[in-house]
DNA sequence: AACAATTGTTGTCGTCAACAACAATCTTCC
DNA sequence: GGAAGATTGTTGTTGACGACAACAATTGTT
């Protein structure tokens, strides 16, 4: 269903993050090229931030969404899943809040996760506008699968960037987790 | 022109990166409650390495896009015009290739920017297929601008995160540029 | 010369962030 | 107590972006 067709599509084109020039400038002999060499680089794109983490996003958002295909869930949805795991009643607002995401974007979130019974809404007595959100049992379940096989996905990581930078990544990082 | 009025839009949403909860749980006082302070987390999306990139590749962009709102120019744009301009004459592919775009989406990148005078596609003489990429002369002038914006963006990083956190993370993330 | 590969281009699809508008439902304030 | 304002979930739109597929023009290969 649509999603899996996107996985398999992923999954498909893999290897190292970045198809590296294998040969770079083509065959134009124009004005300017005093680099003779094969790379294209030593650019100024070097130093910034920016470009290498978004980069490094890339790669780690495929390796999870590979590594998860089997169960087809990709980073978001686990995301609202492991908060609603954890903090069992929250209102849809309160999930959107906590995880940055649009509230409107989590409604379709949702109807996905509801309709695969991994989620529920119930509708609060309390406050009549909200839905009060669950795990089903099939959600509990399948949850407790799906943090293993994040748990891969993370040594996937630690594998591409060190076990020790990853830690020193998380703790620069702490403030926005 | 469609750009500017989303530059403005991001820069009216501004302050912290995470609009954090003022108050969490809505009034639904459903089961499972056990955590009775203001914070929702504690939860397990802590130790992802994958979210807190994610998150800081949100505000990091947010950031660029509005520290260089002024010139209205936003992260792929300037890679490419900083690429261009430390490799001129190289062909659209050898810049896809070098930032991970797709040729198809380059071709868009490039008609913007050749529309605003910035970048020029010249036909290779010695391969008729493509074209070498320059920067024109506004377009170095406008790059130097760009560049002295995106110093200060990255000086905006090192406040965020700590000057010395900023260079490690692009030690840690070098083999991502 | 015939066939395969490359380059730029166009177009489609799905994900995602940002907004706007709306009905239903609280909350506030007079 | 009731009007005015705020909040919650929902629907829909826009634009940036990555992944693909198909195509014409051109080059490379055999």
Same mark, same amino acid.
């Given at each position: 269903m649509a999603r899996n067709s996107q996985a398999? @599509?992923? $999954?498909?084109? %893999?290897?190292?993050? %970045? /198809? %590296? /020039?294998? %040969? $770079?400038?083509?065959?134009? *002999?124009?004005?300017? =090229?005093?680099?003779? =060499?094969?790379?294209?680089?030593?650019?100024?794109l070097a130093g910034h931030a920016g470009y290498a983490v978004r980069r490094f996003q890339i790669w780690i958002f495929q390796d999870f969404i590979r590594t998860l295909a089997a169960v087809d869930i990709r980073p978001t949805q686990y995301? #609202?899943? $492991?908060?609603?795991?954890? =903090? /069992?009643?929250?209102?849809?607002?309160? #999930?959107?809040? @906590?995880? *940055?995401?649009?509230?409107a974007r989590l409604v379709h979130l949702l109807d996905s996760l509801e309709h695969r019974d991994l989620v529920s809404r119930i509708k609060s007595a309390t406050d009549r506008r909200s839905h009060a959100l669950h795990l089903t049992a099939r959600g509990r379940t399948a949850l407790a699968?799906?943090?293993?096989?994040?748990?891969?996905?993370? @040594?996937?990581?630690?594998?591409?960037?060190?076990?020790?930078?990853?830690? @020193?990544?998380?703790?620069?990082?702490?403030?926005? $987790?």
């Amino acid at each position: 269903m649509a999603r899996n067709s996107q996985a398999a @599509r992923i $999954t498909k084109s %893999r290897a190292g993050i %970045r /198809p %590296r /020039p294998g %040969r $770079t400038r083509s065959g134009n *002999g124009s004005v300017h =090229n005093d680099l003779m =060499n094969d790379e294209i680089g030593l650019d100024a794109l070097a130093g910034h931030a920016g470009y290498a983490v978004r980069r490094f996003q890339i790669w780690i958002f495929q390796d999870f969404i590979r590594t998860l295909a089997a169960v087809d869930i990709r980073p978001t949805q686990y995301s #609202v899943m $492991t908060v609603i795991g954890a =903090n /069992p009643g929250l209102s849809q607002m309160a #999930v959107a809040k @906590r995880l *940055g995401i649009e509230r409107a974007r989590l409604v379709h979130l949702l109807d996905s996760l509801e309709h695969r019974d991994l989620v529920s809404r119930i509708k609060s007595a309390t406050d009549r506008r909200s839905h009060a959100l669950h795990l089903t049992a099939r959600g509990r379940t399948a949850l407790a699968q799906f943090k293993r096989l994040a748990a891969e996905h993370e @040594r996937h990581v630690a594998e591409k960037i060190g076990k020790e930078n990853r830690e @020193r990544l998380l703790q620069i990082l702490s403030a926005f $987790t």
